[in-house]
């Protein structure tokens, strides 16, 4: 079961880190952004089994229109809106039509049916802690880990990475120090989808895929994000550790119809015992 919990807490931070990116500096739910991670593990599936492209080719190629897909609808929904002060919930229902309709265009180009992206035998994996990991899960923990810690050092040391937290902080302020809020909006949609993408992948590698994967992935990682205490990377570790390990242990010992439910029980338990998550603090925003 630890191998399991593994798998999950590193792609639930993966995913977390992604949606905090684009939540962070726009303070809106992207629920589009679920769409984004499933059509990245399509596209893989396009070039990967139909067009016959070898996998270093199709899987750079399907981050790169992922997330291409990810900066259009910033520019041309989110940002228009947004110069027309639209509230938060505003933004959030455009952006759940905007899922809608990009999960129905997955269904209609390649159907309801599982996909797989998977070409060779299928391996019995190696032992670990009385568990069998296979290679495509080693590939996914170290992937995540590595892209999380590297997300995390960006946005401390990085000159775009303190942009998107000074316009998560007050974007008015940002703008008259002369940082462009809508460019550093821009860079934060592209990085969130593009590490969105490789989660897709990632996910349709190992347990294949169907159209709306992506929103139960996506929930599992804002429920992270928000246990966790938005802004606080220790806290995601957390928020993600602690849905992970619970929703293994109820599938473990009361059976995996409840995984979706535990996640459920414990965001409700957070939002009311414990609304600011494990960090405990609001983020600080700088008033003129």
């Known amino acids: 079961m630890i191998g399991f919990v593994?798998?999950?807490?590193?792609?639930?931070?993966?995913?977390?880190?992604s949606f905090v990116l684009c939540y962070f500096p726009t303070r809106f739910f992207h629920i589009a952004h679920a769409a984004t991670l499933t059509t990245a593990a399509y596209l893989t599936h396009l070039f990967t089994i139909q067009l016959n492209l070898p996998p270093p080719i199709s899987i750079p190629l399907s981050i790169t229109c992922a997330t291409t897909l990810g900066?259009?609808?910033?520019l041309t929904?989110?940002?228009?809106?947004?110069?027309?002060?639209?509230?938060?919930?505003?933004?959030?229902?455009?952006?759940?039509?905007?899922?809608?309709?990009?999960?129905?265009?997955i269904s209609m180009l390649w159907g309801d049916s599982t996909k797989s992206i998977r070409t060779g035998q299928i391996k019995v994996g190696h032992e670990f802690l009385g568990a069998y990991i296979t290679d495509i899960q080693i590939i996914t923990i170290a992937t995540c880990l590595t892209l999380f810690t590297a997300c995390a050092l960006f946005m401390k040391h990085n000159r775009i990475g303190r942009n998107i937290r000074?316009?998560?902080?007050?974007p008015e302020l940002s703008n008259i120090i002369g940082i462009n809020s809508n460019k550093t909006i821009l860079w934060a949609f592209g990085i969130g989808s593009a590490l969105a993408a490789i989660a897709g992948i990632l996910i349709a590698y190992d347990t294949d895929m169907r159209p709306t994967m992506g929103f139960n992935w996506l929930l599992y990682g804002v429920v992270a994000m928000i246990i966790g205490g938005i802004g606080s990377n220790r806290g995601l570790i957390g928020g993600a550790l602690l849905l992970a390990t619970a929703q293994h242990l109820a599938a473990y010992?009361?059976?995996?119809?409840?995984?979706?439910?535990?996640?459920?029980?414990?965001?409700?338990?957070?939002?009311?015992?414990?609304?600011?998550?494990?960090?405990?603090?609001?983020?600080?925003?700088?008033?003129?």
Do not use: C, H
């Open 6 to 17: 593994l798998i999950s807490f590193s792609l639930y931070l993966l995913i977390a880190q």
């Open 71 to 74: 900066l259009l609808t910033e």
């Open 77 to 105: 929904l989110y940002k228009p809106l947004r110069n027309r002060n639209a509230s938060p919930m505003t933004l959030m229902i455009a952006s759940l039509g905007l899922y809608i309709v990009l999960q129905n265009a």
């Open 166 to 170: 000074a316009v998560a902080s007050n």
């Open 253 to 288: 010992y009361i059976g995996s119809q409840w995984m979706d439910a535990v996640a459920y029980i414990i965001l409700i338990l957070f939002l009311i015992a414990k609304p600011l998550g494990f960090s405990g603090k609001r983020l600080k925003k700088v008033e003129i």
